[in-house]
């Protein structure tokens, strides 16, 4: 069979179960609503460990009382409102709220440090402009900070003046499928992020992928999620494990980046039966294993999913090896692609056989070919297998011109289904530069194999030096291993010319100079072409999305315009 566009897919499209007909509701507050006559609830898990449950009932009631307190403060059925604050029990039942008022929830990411504080305003400001939000709930420790410096166009609530209003008289459940549900901001690697708009049925209907795929059911199901509200991941789960009615247990970005351990320790105590992580997570929880053994169980864990950034082997096998003594099962890994244009799932990997590795020439790949090389030899590149397409989902892999490209051949990834976007949130040419008959082209660099698709970069942020296209992830990765340390890695060309730049950040009490040194020499004997500077920068310098995955185009931009701390720089 082939696709519009002529192209073959990697997978014929399976019949899919509506949510009608997996959660007897079409919108997410009803299925609020009915899970409140479940037993089962949220946990909260706090920096120190400690457990705080929230049940769906409590989640219901709460939600209505929001929903109430919104209505009579002005907020319409469609009103975009904005949550800016961190994972809590107050921001769940705002959350919910605002669906239950019919409104639209747009979950932005609050201010974490005093650095950038002026940028992070900034943009905080153009995203309500953006979204055109009637309304700002945000934390109660920010209530007078984002007062003084957004509340003159627009209400500001805190999450405490609406979680402890009294009275309980939302407005009437308007079940339409077809409603916004939510606009979702994407991570904005290689630029600004622009909001991607989902309706209900959409959300909801990839909610479903996700119950059946993590296997989200029966009273023993518990999916853990350390994953920010303000990100699909953390999102998707948390609507997801409502819908299915199974516990679910939170924590907080910030909780489990100050304590890798802690998201290890709830996976124990809670005795989780998934996960759902960027790929970072697993080689941090795999370090704590190691260096701090203690009393684990992981037996119950059924999929561990690995998305939102690239899939490394080194993180994966590491957890594996770690995990394995406390129970873990090889099998549990399991590699996923996604994207917010998409809702979220694309594919998923199997859940009965280990994740599978493709070992690739790297200079033929950089050539657009995916030649098989054997594990571990020089020149190669492995990349994960990230599976096949979820229920309901077609994939075609194409190239320049929409055509279709065979087996082992890298072109855009182009996905359509029933959780594809509306589009972007008033922006028609953006969102019609990304569809094609049909087809929404992902700006995702993959190809097909026998075990499914793989993804190997991304157009944008790919590299052309001498007419050959260089991917950043390698650069990144080789960096990483040559100052024998996880630091965080930054590769771009210098825009309008060829020129590749590769910045890293200083190892803890290195001379940044030798830093630059041992970088370069590594890139020029493991990798064909090496870049034309290698830059030294101090730590947390670098940012990164709220998934984990590195900020290229702001890095770069950084350098351009002069404003990046460069501690040394090497000229090849």
């Known amino acids: ?58 989640v219901a009631a709460g939600a209505r ?12 059925p469609g009103d975009r409102v904005a949550l800016v604050s961190s994972t809590s029990a ?30 992070l305003v900034a943009d905080l400001r153009r995203r309500l402009d953006h979204a ?83 296997m989200l059911d029966g009273d023993d199901s518990v999916h853990v999620s350390w994953a920010p509200l303000y990100h699909d991941l953390g999102l998707m789960a948390t609507v997801a494990c409502t819908a299915a009615r199974i516990t679910l247990v939170l924590q907080a970005p910030e909780t489990f980046l100050a304590a890798p351990d802690s998201w290890v320790d709830a996976l124990s105590r809670h005795r989780a039966t998934s996960t759902v992580t960027p790929n970072f997570a697993y080689g941090l929880a795999a370090r704590s294993m190691q260096t701090r053994p203690r009393p684990l169980d992981l037996s119950r864990l059924r999929v561990c999913g690995d998305g939102s950034e690239p899939t490394r082997a080194a993180e994966v096998r590491a957890f594996v090896e770690a995990g394995g003594r406390y129970g873990l099962r090889p099998e549990a890994m399991t590699a996923m692609y996604g994207l917010a244009e998409a809702t979220l799932s694309v594919t998923m990997g199997s859940r009965t056989e280990r994740l599978h590795w493709d070992h690739v020439e790297r200079d033929a790949l950089a050539g657009g070919r995916a030649v098989p090389s054997a ?10 297998v990230c599976g096949t397409a979820v229920p309901g989902v077609e994939i075609a892999v194409t190239d320049e011109h929409g055509r279709p490209v065979a087996d082992r051949v890298v072109g855009e990834v182009c996905v359509r289904g029933p959780s594809v976007m509306i589009g972007y949130w008033r922006d028609p040419e953006a969102t019609a530069a990304v569809f094609r008959d049909g087809w929404l082209r992902t700006g995702d660099l993959g190809y097909r194999m026998e075990r499914g698709l793989v993804i190997c ?34 590769a771009f060309a210098v825009p309008e010319t060829e020129r590749m730049i590769i910045v890293v950040e200083q190892v803890a009490g290195s001379d940044p100079a030798e830093v630059a040194k041992q970088v370069m020499e590594r890139l020029q004997a493991d990798l064909r072409h090496a870049p034309d500077r290698v830059v030294v920068v101090r730590r947390n310098t670098i940012r990164r999305t709220s998934s984990g995955k590195v900020q290229r185009g702001r890095c770069r931009d950084g350098y351009v315009d002069g404003t990046l701390p460069v501690l040394a720089e090497l000229v090849r």
């Open 1 to 58: 069979m082939s696709t519009a566009t002529g192209a073959p897919e990697v997978a014929m499209t399976d019949d899919y179960t509506t949510p009608e007909d997996h959660f007897g509701a079409v919108t997410i507050p009803e299925v609020v609503e009915a899970a409140a006559g479940s037993s089962r609830g949220i946990v909260l898990v706090d920096g120190h460990g400690q457990d705080s449950p929230l049940p769906y009932r409590v």
């Open 65 to 76: 009382r929001v929903a109430t307190a919104l209505a009579e403060r002005g907020v319409q």
């Open 90 to 119: 107050r921001l769940l039942l705002c959350l919910f709220g605002v669906w239950r008022a019919g409104a639209v929830p747009v979950v932005l990411a609050p201010p974490h440090r005093l650095a950038g504080l002026a940028d």
């Open 132 to 214: 055109d939000a009637r309304a700002v709930i945000v934390a109660d420790a920010f209530g007078g900070f984002i007062r003084k410096r957004v509340g003159s166009q627009r209400s500001i609530m805190t999450c405490g003046e609406l979680v402890t209003a009294r009275r309980d008289a939302p407005p009437v459940l308007d079940p339409d499928p077809d409603a916004l549900a939510c606009l979702q901001f994407t991570s904005g690697t290689t630029g600004a992020s622009r909001a991607v708009a989902l309706s209900h049925r959409q959300f909801l209907t990839n909610a479903v992928v996700c119950s059946q795929r993590l």
């Open 375 to 384: 594990e571990g030899a020089p020149g190669t590149r492995t990349l994960a």
């Open 457 to 490: 970069g991304r157009l944008k942020n790919m590299i052309i030096v001498g007419g050959a296209n260089l991917y950043p992830e390698d650069y990144e990765v080789v960096a990483g291993q040559a100052v024998g340390a996880e630091v965080i890695c930054a």
